[in-house]
């Protein structure tokens, strides 16, 4: 009989770490109420604990990327009018 790995979200993740992170009940307890293994709980007690300095990073890089990208949108807007205008007189010309 194959049995299929139970996949939880992130939000669900993060909800059973901070409950074991509160430590008002013990990883038995916790286990059983929300029905999975005690490793479990502790391996994402773990991983909470070790992403959570990545919260107060510097969103910089993102204004940054948005910042590039307009510059490019507009350099794509410039690129097609001068390319129409060189399709046009290149019309008329007879070329």
């Known amino acids: 009989m194959v049995t ?3 996949k939880y979200s992130a939000a ?3 909800q ?3 409950a074991a992170l509160q430590e008002r009940e013990s990883l038995a307890e916790l286990s059983k109420r929300f029905e999975i293994s005690p490793t479990m709980i502790s ?5 909470f604990l070790s992403r959570s300095s990545t ?3 510097n969103p910089a890089p993102k204004d940054d990327f948005d910042k590039e ?3 490019l949108y507009a350099k794509i807007g ?6 129409d205008w060189l399709k046009k007189t290149a019309k ?3 070329l």
Do not use: H, Y
Not at 43 to 47: F, G, N, S, T, V
Not at 78 to 83: P, V
């Open 4 to 6: 299929s790995r139970k």
């Open 12 to 14: 669900f993740k993060a």
């Open 16 to 18: 059973v770490a901070i």
């Open 43 to 47: 391996k994402w007690k773990q991983d």
């Open 55 to 57: 919260v107060f990073e």
């Open 69 to 71: 990208k307009e510059r």
């Open 78 to 83: 410039q690129l097609e009018m001068e390319r």
């Open 92 to 94: 008329r010309l007879g």
